[in-house]
């Protein structure tokens, strides 16, 4: 870091140009994609009666992506089933094939499609974690990075 800030940078500077040059993962690349990458999230979780569903807007906060999306399933099985049918809309939309976390045991999916993230979680396991409440704090500073 003092190498970046000798040469007159911050190392939030040279995070942000890197990320604006290495294309996401599931090839999902700027606002407008992304704005049509959560469309598609939001609309799949709904017709596959997710419950509880947050969209997170983490611009700024993170460089792990845009959004951040939190929805339950009932049971292991309706989580299972969310998640597949989320693969599928992301796959027919055009977003290739997203990275994906805990789909055998169906407690906790993480959905991982680029600029959005998704968590798809039975309702005890996403009560105990309670991820939303940490990413919806507001900052202390302006400066903070999560």
């Known amino acids: 870091m003092v190498v970046l800030a000798a ?3 911050t190392l939030r500077t040279a995070l942000q140009k890197k990320a604006d040059l290495v294309p996401s993962p599931a090839g999902i690349s700027g606002n407008a994609t992304a704005s049509r990458a959560i ?4 609309a799949s979780l709904e017709d596959s009666k997710a419950e509880n569903i947050v969209s997170i807007d983490i611009q700024g906060k993170s460089s792990l992506g845009d959004y951040m999306v939190v929805a339950s399933g009932r049971s292991h099985r309706h989580v299972s089933a969310v998640t597949d049918h989320l693969l599928k809309a992301l796959k027919d939309a055009g977003f290739g094939n997203p990275r994906v976390e805990g789909q ?3 407690d906790w999916v993480l959905i991982d499609a680029g600029d959005v993230i998704v968590h798809v979680f039975r309702p005890e396991v996403r009560d105990f974690y309670s991820l939303e409440k940490m990413w919806q704090a507001p900052d202390l500073e302006e400066e903070t990075l999560h």
Request: proline letters at 0%; glycine letters at 10%; a positive charge.
């Open 104 to 106: 055998a045991s169906a």
């Open 39 to 42: 469309e598609t999230v939001l």
């Open 7 to 9: 040469k007159g940078k």
